[in-house]
Nanobody, 127 residues
Framework: QVQLVESGGGLVQAGGSLRLSCATS????????MGWFRQAPGKEREFVAA????????FYAAPVKGRFAVSRDDAKNTVYLQMNSLKPEDTAVYYC????????????????????WGRGTQVTVSS
């Protein structure tokens, strides 16, 4: 079992930056690949970014590529999502997720690939 707790959300103006954190517990952090998803009001949950167990592979959704960066700190059992050049359309609840069945360098972009989820943190970008 893996427990996930997101933090770092808030209200920011368009063009600004935020860094989300996701603290994990309950499993050796290096045994899980991590992902970030988001869900805007009235929309389905969508993939944002993923990072492999060994941190060597990352993958981004097209709308955020070049603006967002995912990273992990195994010493702190934490994954981060650095979000730059934020746009109003980035407004959503952001969730982190973990999967423990992938190979060391693999990433996953489908929600159904992930077994463990946090409760989310709200990000609001004003225009």
């Amino acid at each position: 079992q893996v427990q996930l707790v997101e933090s770092g959300g808030g209200l920011v103006q368009a063009g600004g930056s935020l860094r989300l954190s996701c603290a994990t517990s309950g499993r050796t952090f290096s045994s899980v690949a991590m992902g970030w998803f988001r869900q805007a009001p009235g929309k389905e949950r969508e993939f944002v970014a993923a990072i492999s167990r060994n941190g060597g592979s990352t993958f981004y959704a097209a709308p955020v590529k070049g603006r967002f960066a995912v990273s992990r700190d195994d010493a702190k059992n934490t994954v981060y999502l650095q979000m730059n050049s934020l746009k109003p359309e980035d407004t959503a609840v952001y969730y982190c997720a973990a999967v423990d069945t992938l190979a060391s360098g693999a990433v996953a972009s489908k929600a159904y690939d992930y077994a463990y989820w946090g409760r989310g943190t709200q990000v609001t970008v004003s225009s």
